[in-house]
């Protein structure tokens, strides 16, 4: 089990979800962090789900084609899993307007989702 108790539930409605994603993937000045994630496990994968369900319990779950994608805002930080069935092709991303969040929660969030794989 993860130590993410630390991490600030996330109060936002789905339609605000939504709508930060849709503002902050369209802003030219968005940066995105994109990360190749190749060795995911049944474990990873239910470590994940459990940090996300932890964050906020309507994270947008879609897919297709083998591939599926989960999507939460954290702090304005966008985080996007996706798990493909090609696992060299399954990655985890982080988008922001950087003027718009803290470095700090960055470096949290990032450091408790890569710490599953680490883990693993």
Same mark, same amino acid.
């Given at each position: ?24 993937? &369209? +802003?030219?000045?968005? #940066?995105? $962090? @994109? ?10 994968? %239910?470590? !994940? ?25 954290? &702090? +304005?930080?966008?985080? #996007?899993? $996706? @798990? ?10 982080? %988008?922001? !307007? ?23």
């Amino acid at each position: 089990m993860y130590d993410y108790n630390f991490l600030l539930k996330q109060t936002y409605t789905q339609r605000g979800l939504i709508d930060q994603i849709t503002t902050v993937q &369209n +802003n030219p000045l968005c #940066r995105r $962090e @994109n990360y190749s994630m190749p060795q995911w496990t049944d474990e990873t994968y %239910t470590n !994940l789900l459990d940090i996300l369900d932890y964050i906020y319990e309507d994270y947008i779950q879609a897919g297709q084609d083998g591939t599926t994608l989960f999507c939460v805002i954290y &702090n +304005n930080i966008i985080i #996007r899993l $996706e @798990n493909d069935t090609d696992l060299l092709r399954s990655n985890v991303s982080f %988008t922001y !307007l950087e003027p718009q969040i803290e470095m700090s929660d960055l470096n949290q969030i990032k450091q408790t989702f890569f710490s599953v794989f680490e883990n693993c």
